[in-house]
């Protein structure tokens, strides 16, 4: 392959990789606080544009292999958040607040300084509660419906041998032949052209504090600061108040079409940002152009796709959605137990996101970041002796 080629494929791969390996999260996330077929559908298109033109801007602007993606942690959220009071509106309302602080911290570093407070551990702890229900589902989804799901988990597994960037996209074209096969007819009404869905947003106290706030934390820690730190492995410094400003309005500018957030790439930016990409890290940035103009593409097919996924039977795309997230939750559980001096804050984070309890018309991601950070700072007090005073 020429030199002029590489960074080309290395971006069509990272748009295929970045989107296949998570749409059925997303897919998931928005269906799950709401949203109809028609409304999902409008959302993952905001997504697949919004994040594609910021790729596109972004890295044209620096020259730098820069790429940026849906928030796949928050979706994740989503689907641990369930039905808000207020219903879709709600949801929106608290992707626009979401958007909103995350444009903040472009220009206020005080937030950005905020967040950088809250313990990692606790912060990894909460994403892997948040995690865990939707990566169960393979589970429960092979007891229930073993002829279907087995296969797609078999695809899985081998492919995670011989070639691991392709193993969750190939179990979710898997998922799509199943629906195809055992589906009559075709998706939806047929008309499986894009169509953006305006969505007035509505405001309720649990949805700010039980969804905007979570899903703010959990964009930025397990996707914007680690997709600094990709990118600064590669050489590569990123322009944190750009970077941020772009994210914040990409997401108010999709919220109001269903798109949750968008943020810096993180484990996808790699390809885009390695040496397979060019040898050159000067060319890189063309990866990231291709990988940009390829979710506007995809974002038109996007339409199809929700319409097939409404077809296919019962926990199927959770499988596939449960397989994408199991990677994130094995860093999630890592990071959150690496200190033994902080695992019974991390564990007591984990325990109360992951049992699912609303109270007070508020989320469990909220609660479990809660008692996260009163549990380390009890614990941290007293495992913290005084020092002596030389005498």
Not at 145 to 161: E, I
Not at 237 to 252: D, E, I, K, Y
Not at 305 to 310: G, K
Request: proline share 8%; charged share 5%; hydrophobic share 55%.
């Amino acid at each position: 392959m020429t030199d002029h080629l590489r960074p080309v494929v290395a971006g069509l791969v990272t748009a295929l990789v970045g989107s296949t390996s998570s749409f059925a999260v997303v897919l998931s996330g928005l269906r799950a606080v709401g949203a109809t077929p028609t409304q999902a559908g409008s959302g993952l298109l905001a997504l697949f544009v919004t994040m594609g033109l910021a790729t596109v801007l972004v890295s044209a602007r620096t020259r730098m292999p820069i790429t940026f993606a849906w928030s796949t942690p928050g979706a994740a959220l989503l689907v641990g958040t369930g039905g808000l009071v207020g219903g879709w509106p709600a949801a929106v309302g608290a992707f626009l607040v979401t958007g909103l602080l995350i444009t903040v911290t472009a220009v206020w570093p005080g937030m950005g300084r905020l967040i950088a407070r809250i313990p990692t551990p606790v912060a990894q702890a909460m994403l892997a509660g948040v995690l865990l229900t939707l990566c169960l589902a393979p589970v429960r989804a092979a007891v229930s419906n073993p002829w279907l799901v087995l296969p797609v988990v078999a695809v899985w597994l081998v492919l995670l041998r011989v070639a691991p960037r392709w193993a969750v996209p190939a179990a979710f074209a898997l998922v799509l032949v199943i629906v195809v096969v055992v589906s009559p007819g075709v998706p939806g009404d047929g008309n499986l052209l894009p169509s953006p869905v305006w969505t007035t947003p509505a405001w309720s106290t649990q949805a700010l504090i039980g969804l905007a706030l979570p899903l703010y934390v959990v964009t930025m820690a397990s996707q914007n600061v680690p997709g600094v730190t990709v990118l600064a492995s590669f050489g590569y410094r990123t322009p944190w108040r750009p970077a941020m400003a772009v994210s914040g309005v990409g997401t108010l500018l999709g919220a109001p079409f269903g798109g949750h957030a968008i943020n810096l790439a993180a484990i996808s930016a790699a390809l885009s940002a390695s040496p397979d990409a060019h040898p050159d890290p000067q060319r890189r940035w063309v990866a990231a152009q291709t990988t940009g103009w390829a979710y506007i593409v995809l974002g038109l097919v996007s339409t199809g796709l929700v319409e097939l996924v409404a077809l296919a039977p019962a926990g199927l795309v959770e499988t596939a959605a449960g397989l994408a997230l199991l990677p994130t939750l094995a860093t999630a559980l890592a990071g959150a137990l690496s200190g033994a001096e902080h695992r019974i804050p991390a564990v007591a984070t984990f325990a109360v996101a992951a049992g699912g309890a609303t109270v007070l018309g508020v989320g469990p991601a909220f609660w479990a970041l809660v008692v996260g950070l009163v549990a380390w700072w009890v614990v941290g007090v007293r495992r913290k002796p005084a020092p002596r005073r030389a005498r």
